[in-house]
C-alpha cells in the first residue's frame, strides 16, 4: 500500500508535534519551492521580487484580479477534495482532470438536451447532480475494477484521463460542435441556467465591480468541503473509509469491506471532480469547450498534499495555487521574458517538496523543535 | 488499384509505424529497467519532454546533433537521479515524485523557450547537418527485378528497412540489449531481484539503493535518446509540450507487454501502429463506414491497456515490491 500521507517517525528523529506539521512543515516547503523558482526567474535575467510583486497584484489588485483567484481556488477546491477523499481510502486518484471532463460532459449533455424543458428549480440541482454523477462514474470504473480485477487505480485512472480527453475531442468535434462554428465548442446553453456570476449579484446591491467568472459555485465548493468534513469525522461511513485506510486487516476484522469503501470512496472522489464542469461551463463558459478542466487534476494533487487531506487546509491551499494561477497571468503583460508556465514549475516545485521530499524536512525540523522545546523547559 | 500498389501503401503504413514507435520502445526500455527495480515511473513523459527541449536547444546552438543527444541524455539522467533521490533517499512516493517531474518538466521548457528563443517556446528549426538525418542503405537494384516477388521486396527494402536515421535503429537494437541485460546478466538478475524481493536482495548483499539508482540513470539515458529523436531526428525543433502523451503510451505499452522486453516492443508497434493508422485515416471516407473517428483511435492503447489490467487479456503481474520504498531493517 503506498504511503501518501508520508511516514513522520524515522528511526532516531523525534515525533513532530502536530501544531508543526500543519503551520512549519507546510510553509517551509512553500518557501523553498518558490525560493527555487525565484532561482529560475534569475536565470532569465529578471527580478524574483518583482515577479512576486507583480503576481501579487494581479491576483489581489488588479481589477478583477480578486474574481479571477477566486473563480480558479473554486476549481481547486474541488479537485483538491476529489484527491483527498481517494487519499483517505489510501488510494492515489490521479485521475481527477479525466473526472472533471467527464463531469463537464454530464452537465453540458443534461443542459443541452434535456434542461431547457425543465422548471428552473428543478433544473439546476439536476445539472449538478449530472455533473456529480457523470464525474463519480469516471471514477467508480477505476474504483470497481481495482476492487474487483486488481486493477492497479493509479495506472487505469491516468489511462481513463486520456480516455476522457479523446471522448470530449470526439464529440466536440463531430456531434455537439455548433452550426457554422470553426472551433470546437458547443452552443451556449440556455440564458435562464446559467449560474449567476458574483459581479451580477453584487450589482443588485448597487456595487459595481469588474466582470469576472467568479460565480455562486464557490459556495458550492465551500459547502462540499464542510460536508467533506462532516462526512470523514463526523459519520461511521467515514469511521470506516479512516479504518481502511488506516489499516485493510483492522478493518476486515471491524466487519467493514474493504473493497466496497474503496469503490464508494472513488466514486464520491470523482464527483467532486467533476463539480468542476458545473464551475467552469454553467458558471462561465456557458457552453462546453476543449481545455476547460486542464491542469486541474494534477493541481488539485498538490492542493491535497498541502492541504494534509483536511477541508480546512484544502481550501487554504486552493486559494494559495489559485493566487499563483491568477498572478502567474498577469506575468505575461509584465515581462518580456516570463509567462504563465512558470506557474506550472511552481506547483510542481511544491508538490515535489510537499509530496515526494516530504521526509527530506521533516527529521531536522522535528530535531530542532524537539531541542528548542527541551531548551524551554530546562530554562 | 493493384495488390503492389495495396502493398506499397501498406508498407508506407508499417513504415510510419516504426517512425512514431521508436520513441515508445526506448521509453517502454526505460520504463522497464526502473520498474523491474522496484521503482514506478510515471515521469517517462517528463524526462522525454525535458531531454527533447536540450536536444532541440544544444542543437541549435552548437549545431551538432551528437552534443544534442549527449545533452539530452545528461538532463534525462538528472531527472532520473532526483526520482531516485526522492524516492530510494527520502522513500517520498513514486507516484507523487513523478508527477513533479512531468511538471516541472512541461513549465521549465516552455519557460526557459520563450525566455532564450523568443519564439513562443520553439526552439529555431535546424540545418539537416544539425539534425540526425536518415541513413540509406546501398541500393540493392536486383531486388525490384526478382520475378514475382520483386515489387513487393523492393518497397519493404527501401521503404521499411533502409532511410531510417541512426536513432531508429538504436531504439530496434535497445530491445534485444534490454531483454540480455535483464535476464540473462548478474546486474540484471540483480535489478529485478531489487524489484521482487528487496530484503532478501539486500541479505544477500545486494545494495538496494545502488541498484536503484543504476536503474534510474539507465532509464534516464534510454528517455534521453527517445527525447532526443522526437525533437532533432524525428522533427527539425522542439514544440512545447511536443511529447504529447508519448510517455504514458509507453508506460501503457510496457504493462501491456506484463514488464518484458520484447513483448513491450510488440506493443509499442501495434499502439504505434494505431497512431499511424489514426493519421493515414484522418479525413479518409471509407466504403459503408464512412469516415473512421481518428479520436477515438488515438485512445485505443489506453483502453486496451485498461482492459488488460482488469486481467480480461491474460494476467498483468507488476514486479512485486513496486510502489513501495525499502526500509532497512524490517
Same mark, same amino acid.
Given at each position: 500500500?503506498?504511503?501518501?500521507?508520508?511516514?513522520?517517525?524515522?528511526? $532516531?528523529? =523525534?515525533?513532530? =508535534?502536530?501544531?508543526?506539521?500543519?503551520?512549519?512543515?507546510?510553509?517551509? @516547503?512553500?518557501?523553498?519551492?518558490?525560493?527555487?523558482?525565484?532561482?529560475?526567474?534569475?536565470?532569465?535575467?529578471?527580478?524574483?521580487?518583482?515577479?512576486?510583486?507583480?503576481?501579487?497584484?494581479?491576483?489581489?489588485?488588479?481589477?478583477?484580479?480578486?474574481?479571477?483567484?477566486?473563480?480558479?481556488?473554486?476549481?481547486?477546491?474541488?479537485?483538491?477534495?476529489?484527491?483527498?477523499?481517494?487519499?483517505?481510502?489510501?488510494?492515489? @486518484?490521479?485521475?481527477?482532470?479525466?473526472?472533471?471532463?467527464?463531469?463537464?460532459l454530464g452537465v453540458a449533455l443534461f443542459l443541452l438536451f434535456v434542461g431547457d424543458s425543465l422548471p428552473l428549480i428543478i433544473c439546476l440541482p439536476l445539472a449538478v447532480l449530472a455533473a456529480a454523477a457523470a464525474g463519480g462514474a469516471w471514477a467508480f470504473i477505476p474504483g470497481y475494477l481495482y476492487a474487483k480485477r486488481g486493477s492497479h487505480i493509479v495506472i487505469t485512472t491516468i489511462m481513463f484521463n486520456f480516455i476522457?480527453?479523446?471522448?470530449?475531442?470526439?464529440?466536440?468535434?463531430?456531434?455537439?460542435?455548433?452550426?457554422?462554428?470553426?472551433?470546437p465548442q458547443s452552443v451556449k446553453f440556455a440564458e435562464r441556467t446559467h449560474l449567476p456570476q458574483i459581479h451580477e449579484l453584487l450589482a443588485l446591491v448597487g456595487i459595481e465591480t469588474e466582470s469576472t467568472p467568479l460565480n455562486i459555485s464557490l459556495f458550492l465548493a465551500l459547502a462540499a468541503a464542510v460536508g467533506f468534513?462532516?462526512?470523514?469525522?463526523?459519520?461511521?461511513?467515514?469511521?470506516?473509509?479512516?479504518?481502511?485506510?488506516? &489499516?485493510?486487516?483492522?478493518?476486515?476484522?471491524? $466487519?467493514?469491506?474493504?473493497?466496497?469503501?474503496?469503490?464508494?470512496?472513488?466514486?464520491?472522489?470523482?464527483?467532486?471532480?467533476?463539480m468542476v464542469g458545473v464551475n467552469a461551463l454553467m458558471g462561465d463558459a456557458h457552453r462546453i469547450l476543449l481545455g476547460f478542466a486542464?491542469?486541474?487534476?494534477?493541481?488539485?494533487?498538490?492542493?491535497?498534499?498541502?492541504?494534509?487531506?483536511? =477541508?480546512?487546509?484544502?481550501?487554504?491551499?486552493?486559494?494559495?495555487?489559485?493566487?499563483?494561477?491568477?498572478?502567474?497571468?498577469?506575468?505575461?503583460?509584465?515581462?518580456? @521574458?516570463?509567462?504563465?508556465?512558470?506557474?506550472?514549475?511552481?506547483?510542481?516545485?511544491?508538490?515535489?517538496?510537499?509530496?515526494?521530499? &516530504?521526509?527530506?524536512?521533516?527529521? =531536522?525540523?522535528?530535531?530542532?523543535?524537539?531541542?528548542?522545546?527541551?531548551?524551554?523547559?530546562?530554562? | 488499384?493493384?495488390?503492389?500498389?495495396?502493398?506499397?501503401?501498406?508498407?508506407?503504413?508499417?513504415? /510510419?509505424? #516504426?517512425?512514431?514507435?521508436?520513441?515508445?520502445?526506448?521509453?517502454?526500455?526505460?520504463?522497464?529497467?526502473?520498474e523491474r527495480s522496484g521503482v514506478v515511473d510515471i515521469s517517462l513523459e517528463g524526462k522525454m519532454l525535458g531531454a527533447a527541449f536540450a536536444a532541440g536547444a544544444t542543437a541549435y546552438a552548437t549545431g551538432s546533433p551528437w552534443l544534442g543527444l549527449a545533452v539530452a541524455i545528461a538532463v534525462s539522467c538528472f531527472m532520473g537521479g532526483l526520482h531516485a533521490f526522492a524516492t530510494v533517499t527520502h522513500r517520498g512516493d513514486q507516484m507523487i515524485s513523478g508527477l513533479a517531474a512531468?511538471?516541472? %518538466? /512541461?513549465?521549465?521548457?516552455?519557460? #526557459?523557450? +520563450?525566455?532564450?528563443?523568443?519564439?513562443?517556446?520553439?526552439?529555431?528549426?535546424?540545418?539537416?547537418?544539425?539534425?540526425?538525418?536518415?541513413?540509406?542503405?546501398?541500393? #540493392?537494384?536486383?531486388? %525490384?527485378? +526478382?520475378?514475382? #516477388?520483386?515489387?513487393?521486396?523492393?518497397?519493404?527494402?527501401?521503404?521499411?528497412?533502409?532511410?531510417?536515421?541512426?536513432?531508429?535503429?538504436?531504439?530496434?537494437? /535497445?530491445?534485444?540489449?534490454?531483454?540480455?541485460?535483464?535476464?540473462?546478466?548478474?546486474?540484471?538478475?540483480?535489478?529485478? /531481484?531489487?524489484?521482487?524481493?528487496?530484503? %532478501?536482495?539486500?541479505?544477500?548483499? +545486494?545494495?538496494?539503493? %545502488?541498484m536503484r539508482y543504476q536503474a534510474q540513470l539507465i532509464a534516464g539515458l534510454l528517455c534521453g535518446v527517445a527525447g532526443c529523436y522526437l525533437a532533432i531526428a524525428h522533427s527539425a525543433?522542439?514544440?512545447?509540450?511536443?511529447?504529447?502523451?508519448?510517455?504514458?503510451?509507453?508506460?501503457?505499452a510496457m504493462i501491456f507487454g506484463k514488464w518484458r522486453p520484447k513483448q513491450a516492443m510488440y506493443a509499442c508497434l501495434l499502439f504505434g501502429f494505431f497512431e499511424a493508422l489514426a493519421a493515414r485515416l484522418q479525413g479518409v471516407e471509407i466504403a459503408y463506414i464512412g469516415q473512421l473517428p481518428s479520436n477515438l483511435i488515438t485512445a485505443l492503447p489506453y483502453i486496451l491497456t485498461v482492459i488488460l489490467l482488469a486481467g480480461f487479456i491474460g494476467k498483468a503481474t507488476a514486479p512485486a515490491a513496486i510502489g513501495t520504498p525499502y526500509v532497512k531493517g524490517r
Open positions: 500500500m503506498m504511503k501518501v500521507f508520508g511516514v513522520f517517525a524515522r528511526a $532516531g528523529a =523525534p515525533k513532530m =508535534p502536530y501544531w508543526a506539521q500543519v503551520t512549519v512543515i507546510p510553509l517551509l @516547503n512553500i518557501f523553498v519551492a518558490l525560493a527555487l523558482a525565484g532561482c529560475v526567474v534569475l536565470l532569465l535575467g529578471e527580478n524574483p521580487f518583482k515577479a512576486m510583486a507583480v503576481m501579487l497584484q494581479g491576483a489581489f489588485v488588479y481589477p478583477g484580479g480578486l474574481g479571477f483567484t477566486l473563480y480558479y481556488t473554486t476549481n481547486l477546491i474541488f479537485t483538491g477534495l476529489c484527491v483527498a477523499m481517494a487519499f483517505h481510502a489510501m488510494q492515489f @486518484n490521479i485521475g481527477g482532470e479525466g473526472q472533471a471532463i467527464i463531469g463537464g476522457a480527453a479523446a471522448v470530449l475531442q470526439y464529440l466536440l468535434v463531430n456531434v455537439l460542435i455548433a452550426p457554422g462554428q470553426m472551433s468534513w462532516f462526512l470523514i469525522w463526523r459519520t461511521s461511513w467515514g469511521y470506516a473509509l479512516r479504518t481502511v485506510g488506516q &489499516s485493510e486487516r483492522a478493518a476486515v476484522y471491524a $466487519g467493514i469491506d474493504p473493497a466496497r469503501m474503496t469503490v464508494q470512496a472513488m466514486a464520491i472522489s470523482g464527483a467532486l471532480a467533476g486542464t491542469g486541474y487534476g494534477f493541481a488539485g494533487i498538490g492542493v491535497a498534499l498541502m492541504g494534509r487531506n483536511h =477541508p480546512l487546509g484544502i481550501v487554504l491551499a486552493a486559494a494559495l495555487f489559485g493566487i499563483l494561477t491568477q498572478g502567474g497571468s498577469e506575468l505575461n503583460f509584465e515581462f518580456r @521574458n516570463i509567462t504563465r508556465d512558470l506557474v506550472i514549475v511552481i506547483q510542481g516545485l511544491i508538490i515535489l517538496m510537499v509530496g515526494a521530499l &516530504s521526509l527530506m524536512l521533516d527529521p =531536522p525540523v522535528a530535531r530542532l523543535i524537539a531541542l528548542v522545546s527541551r531548551r524551554k523547559e530546562e530554562t | 488499384m493493384s495488390a503492389a500498389e495495396f502493398w506499397l501503401l501498406f508498407v508506407l503504413l508499417l513504415d /510510419a509505424t #516504426l517512425r512514431v514507435s521508436t520513441p515508445l520502445m526506448l521509453a517502454a526500455m526505460a520504463g522497464l529497467f526502473s512531468n511538471m516541472l %518538466a /512541461a513549465g521549465l521548457t516552455v519557460t #526557459l523557450g +520563450i525566455a532564450w528563443f523568443q519564439q513562443g517556446g520553439d526552439t529555431p528549426p535546424l540545418p539537416a547537418e544539425a539534425r540526425f538525418s536518415p541513413l540509406n542503405f546501398p541500393e #540493392l537494384a536486383f531486388l %525490384a527485378d +526478382i520475378p514475382l #516477388l520483386g515489387p513487393y521486396l523492393a518497397p519493404v527494402y527501401t521503404e521499411l528497412l533502409s532511410g531510417h536515421n541512426l536513432l531508429v535503429y538504436v531504439a530496434l537494437a /535497445a530491445v534485444p540489449l534490454t531483454a540480455w541485460v535483464l535476464m540473462r546478466t548478474r546486474f540484471g538478475m540483480r535489478l529485478r /531481484a531489487v524489484g521482487e524481493a528487496p530484503s %532478501a536482495a539486500d541479505t544477500a548483499g +545486494i545494495s538496494v539503493a %545502488a525543433n522542439f514544440v512545447p509540450h511536443m511529447t504529447a502523451g508519448k510517455g504514458f503510451i509507453a508506460l501503457a
